[in-house]
């Protein structure tokens, strides 16, 4: 069971994406800000995709998405946000990013697009 775990601060949005991911088969954890993103990854469970949004408390997304490469390099991280972001805008962030989900979500795209993540990278 792959296992992602969802880093935003938006209730809604992190309840609604958690829901539909677990119903596809996924095991999630959730987080709201960049000190309990640290705590899960310190547990010493990794997790196969780390979504991390861009507008999260404390810190921005993508220092947040450089310190999670750091902490966990096999973890597929994508960013998220309701900005739109390029492919070119990705790759010039330089934060190990695998890709980009725009929100609103599409729930049924994000698991799509997480397996097409998890199947690329095996």
Sequence with gaps: MPS???VDNESTQRRSLAL???LEGFQVTLATS???VKRHLADAQGYDVVMVDLMIPELNGLDLAR???RAAPRARIILTSAYPLSQRQLERTECGASGFVPKP???DEVSRYLRS???AAA
Excluded: C, G, P, Q
Aim: charged content about 40%; glycine content about 0%.
């Design 20 to 22: 539909a991911l677990r």
């Design 4 to 6: 992602v775990l969802i």
């Design 117 to 119: 993540k998890l199947t």
């Design 34 to 36: 960049s000190d309990e």
């Design 67 to 69: 310190e999670i490469r």
């Design 105 to 107: 979500y599409e729930l």
